[in-house]
């Protein structure tokens, strides 16, 4: 087999630079909103400023006169465009209750920024001074803002639907099980945890451009997406149109996060006025718009009870979510909670489970898929009542971790939930944690404070996660309802002069793929990274594939590209073995050359097969010409990469300030095909998860209004707010691939959420503190000092 | 609608143009000289993407009208890498891996030159309190706070032919 070969150098491993970055760096690279396209006509939206009204009426004459706009469209005018309503590709279960959602309200408007009306003009300029002069007659109706009480269906988000309740979905493993475990434990605990909404703000705001052929009907969209492929599919489902006119390209997309996972109201708005007028027609989002019409993330409060024998060994895990779906269920909201369904119980051997989402609908922006979708909450539940464990029981933190992990001789691991934990080595990783922080004086000088009695604390934080990812087999997904597959495409063809083209149907918005993918190539063919050119996010390039989220590019996508390379080197060796008459089990490739097993002047070069294989004159008999394999990969397993974070704070007990003073990250994604990546992966997403525990919140007033709908109101941390952090890894490869990799886009957020705030606690335990909701404000963290006190610690 | 007649010098070429006074500079790099490197990422100044410099200081463009730019020497991100080589600032993002997606990186580098330019020595703290206009979502400055440090040994090695920020105006 060709995966045996050995490669020239090794080039998987090492920290190439980045082959996307040139382009970035001098401004050459074309995101959406750079694109020229004459004679495009601008599009805004005039949204709601209620976060619950019906339209009585809009009056659009005045601002269809005004200079420069060529038309002003309503949701009713706009009606007969639609061939389907807006896509939710998750129906989590049969009854699900899914409200009709089309790209501009009609009756009702169900959020603040819910769009009603439509601006075509020549500039964005004279687009949006139009929108002022529209004149909608609202008659405003009750918002629902917190859960509880849009549980309780006093007012109604959908009066169609009759409830606010979308759906109930649960998952047990026994259920006898979980009571008995409950009724014979020592030491329980109960918790109550809120993840606020967070808003995802990507550096750059969405927009899209849809630009129709004169005649024939063919149009191509272009959109700050991550799913180009499913984008696609979708609009031809929602518009009615024959898929294969419609082409969707994602030029340079600036950051998703998840929430360019997504099927968006102004991309269809786009597409079905460009074909409607027969021009351009194009649309970038202003920041506002962003806070406000982009998917939120998070939104749910989360019970979560443990049971535990007298060692403090975790018996059983009881859930129940309530989950805000928003106003309406975009492309996979309601199947966000399900993500994290399987990841309460954590790292831990635990042998019962029970778990039960309720999700209801507000009169607020849709959440959808953020960064790590699911999988950061239910590691936050059982990572912070882990510690609540370890306070009951009266161990340390990490001895608690240490007696109930899932240990490293069990793997392949069988959950009780019924999935295949592929490999992991936990305490590998915990270890090593604690070494880097220095753990062991750390809590010495905790106890020297604390016996000193000053008023700035000392806390630690740990949190051993892992995750489910590479969003994968599609049968799993089916058995979840996901709408959609887990495979993903591949082509690698070998050109006539030996540079390589790798079409990929992954779509990258930052993380650097060409380089990994180009990396894999490079050790597979003996060429140089730089001869590999990875075209991608453009369904004209690559017809079918299923884009990038939940990282799965490198695990499913990259997977996909190396078993490619085997077919192509396959494909090559029956060449060489033609042209050198031997046996192909004689040959070996080394440095990009075939050469026979101790005959080492009988070598044929791949530069030389390739070209063979292009000119096709002396091919074996009934070989097809050239070099080029592809391959649809669906895996069979889902990859768990896993790891520890420690983070040390200095809590100030009289402004409730909290400083990081020290975090520590050690992360396993298996094989690395880039370790700088790798780290640049876990950095980004260890200061989100941060900012979440400390910084970020979508505030919403009780009617509904966005508090936080600017950049300056929501607290993206900037590099003045945050630490330097110490990242390490352990390698733990995963067996369900030949690269052994598993995937890392995501973990450095699920692992750094409890971490921070299980400091904070832990700062300030010795006062009586057990919780702090977030994100942890100063001023949060003072009420709960003074709560604590209030109740009776007594310090 | 009123226009006004502004004159500026964008990477060392005079352009002149009849603009809408109420017209952001970065509105008008962008849309009218049709240099698309320099980002609108906000609409606060909060984010810093739209950074470029004028007559040699960081601004952002998105705060400035394009008439107030009239008569000045505007530098954007297209001017930094000269004859096929990255300026040193933007190598020293390339080898530290300071950008992913790229969005917030043109005005990253423009702000990251400016700070270089205005301090003698720059320590991590100094960098990333120079630093806080300028938002990125996808490193957590990691890494860029190395690169810029990078940047500015670099820097400061060659000082020039690498632009710069023509001298600022006096008086």
Not at chain 1, 213 to 238: E, R
Not at chain 1, 249 to 259: C, D, L, W
Not at chain 1, 490 to 503: D, G, H, S, W
Not at chain 1, 612 to 628: I, K, Q, S, V, Y
């Amino acid at each position: 087999m060709a995966v045996t070969d050995a490669p020239a150098a090794r080039v998987i491993g090492t920290r190439l630079l980045r082959k996307e970055d040139p382009a970035l760096l001098t401004g050459e690279a074309r995101f959406t909103d750079d694109l020229q396209i004459p004679g495009a006509l601008r599009m805004a939206v005039l949204r709601s400023p209620f976060a619950h009204a019906r339209i009585r009426g809009i009056d659009t004459s005045v601002a269809a006169g005004m200079p420069g706009v060529v038309a002003v469209f309503t949701g009713a005018d706009l009606r007969d465009l639609w061939a389907a309503p807006m896509p939710c590709a998750w129906p989590v279960t049969e009854d699900m209750k899914n409200p009709e959602h089309y790209p501009l309200a009609i009756d009702t408007v169900c959020y603040a920024g819910d769009g009603v009306a439509v601006v075509l003009a020549r500039t964005d300029v004279e687009a949006r001074d139009a929108l002022d002069a529209i004149d909608v007659d609202y008659e405003p109706l009750p918002a629902v803002v917190d859960l509880e009480d849009a549980l309780s269906d006093r007012v109604l988000v959908h009066d169609a639907l009759g409830t606010n309740t979308s759906y109930v979905w649960e998952l047990h493993t026994d259920a006898e099980a979980v009571e008995r475990a409950f009724a014979e434990a020592v030491h329980t605990v109960q918790e109550r945890y809120v993840q606020q909404r967070l808003i995802p703000m990507a550096m750059e705001p969405r927009a899209c451009a849809a630009v129709p052929q004169p005649f024939g009907g063919d149009l191509t969209l272009y959109s700050a997406t991550q799913i180009p492929h499913i984008l696609k599919v979708m609009t031809a489902v929602t518009l009615g149109l024959p898929e294969h006119q419609l082409r969707v390209v994602a030029p340079a997309v600036g950051g998703g996060f998840g929430s360019k996972l997504d099927v968006y109201a102004e991309e269809l708005l786009c597409v079905a006025l460009a074909r409607k007028l027969g021009v351009p027609v194009r649309w970038v989002e202003e920041r506002t718009e962003n806070a406000q019409a982009t998917i939120q993330g998070r939104g749910q409060i989360q019970e979560i009870e443990l049971a535990a024998d007298a060692d403090g060994r975790v018996t059983a895990v009881r859930v129940r979510l309530l989950a805000d779906m928003g106003a309406y269920l975009q492309l996979v909201t309601p199947g966000i909670p399900l993500l994290g369904a399987f990841l309460y119980s954590g790292v831990y051997d635990v042998p019962a489970y029970s778990f039960t989402c309720t999700s209801v609908f507000t009169t607020l922006t849709p959440t959808d898929a953020y960064r790590g979708a699911g999988r950061p909450e239910a590691t936050y539940a059982i990572e912070r009542a882990m510690d609540a464990l370890a306070a009951r029981v009266g161990l340390d933190p990490t001895e608690l971790r240490m007696r109930n992990f899932i240990t490293a001789d069990r793997f392949p691991y069988t959950a009780p939930t019924g999935l295949v934990y592929d490999s992991g080595n936990y305490e590998g990783a915990l270890v090593r944690a604690k070494e880097l922080a220095g753990y062991g004086e750390l809590r010495a000088e905790q106890a020297r404070r604390r016996a000193q009695g000053g008023t700035r604390h000392l806390g630690i934080g740990v949190s051993s996660y892992f995750e489910m990812c590479g969003l994968a087999p599609s049968r799993v997904l089916a058995s979840l309802n996901y709408s959609a597959g887990g495979w993903e495409s591949a082509t690698v063809r070998i050109l006539p002069t030996n540079k390589v083209q790798v079409v990929t149907g992954a779509s990258p918005h930052g993380q650097g793929h060409e380089t990994s993918w180009a990396m894999i190539v490079a050790e597979r063919l003996g060429v140089s990274p730089d001869d590999v050119d990875v075209l991608h996010s453009d369904t004209a390039l690559s017809p079918l594939g299923l884009d990038t989220y939940g990282s799965r590019s490198l695990v499913v996508g990259g997977v996909a590209i190396d078993m490619a390379l085997d077919k192509v080197v396959e494909k090559a060796r029956a060449i060489a073995a033609h042209q050198l008459e031997c046996a192909e089990d004689d040959l070996e490739l080394d440095a990009g050359t075939f050469r026979v097993k101790g005959s080492p002047d009988k070598e044929l070069a791949l530069a030389a097969i390739a070209f063979a294989a292009f000119t096709a004159h002396d091919l074996p008999d009934g070989m097809e010409p050239n070099l080029e394999a592809h391959v649809t990969y669906d895996p069979p397993n889902f990859s768990w990469p896993f790891g520890t974070h420690i983070c040390v704070v200095e809590v100030d007990e009289e402004t409730g300030q909290v400083d990081v003073l020290r975090y520590v990250a050690v992360d396993d994604c298996g094989n690395q095909v880039n370790p700088m990546i790798v780290e640049g992966q876990v950095h980004g997403g260890i200061i989100q998860g941060l900012a979440q525990a400390l910084f970020e919140e979508a505030v919403y007033d009780e009617d509904g209004n966005l508090r936080t709908s600017t950049m300056a109101e929501y607290l993206v941390p900037a590099a003045s707010d945050v630490p330097a952090l110490v990242t390490d890894s352990t390698v733990t490869p995963s067996p369900t691939n030949a690269l052994g990799v598993k995937g890392i886009g995501e973990a450095g957020t699920i692992g750094s959420t409890p971490a921070v705030i299980n400091a904070v606690v832990d700062a300030l335990s010795h006062l009586g503190v057990t919780d702090v909701p977030m994100p942890a404000s100063p001023l949060r963290v003072w009420s709960a000092i003074q709560a604590a006190r209030h109740a009776g610690g007594s310090q | 609608m009123v226009r006004l007649r502004v004159t500026v010098t964008v990477n060392g070429t005079a352009h002149e143009h009849d603009v809408e006074p109420r017209l952001l500079l970065v509105h008008y790099l962008r849309d009218v000289v049709g240099l698309t490197g320099t980002n609108v990422g906000c609409d606060t100044s909060s984010c810093g993407a739209c950074t470029v410099l004028v007559d040699g200081e960081s601004v952002k463009s998105c705060t400035m009208l394009a008439v107030q730019a009239d008569g000045t020497v505007v530098t954007t991100i297209e001017d930094l890498a000269r004859d096929g080589a990255l300026h040193p600032m933007q190598q020293a993002f390339h080898e530290h891996h300071g950008l992913q997606c790229g969005f917030c990186t043109p005005g990253m580098v423009m702000a990251a030159v400016s700070l270089v330019d205005e301090n003698e020595t720059l320590d991590e703290q100094a960098v990333r309190e120079g630093l806080e206009g300028n938002l990125c979502r996808c490193t957590g400055y990691h890494n860029i706070v190395k690169a810029v440090l990078a940047g500015a040994v670099a820097m400061k090695r060659r000082p020039r032919p690498w632009p710069s920020p023509t001298p600022r105006r006096r008086g």
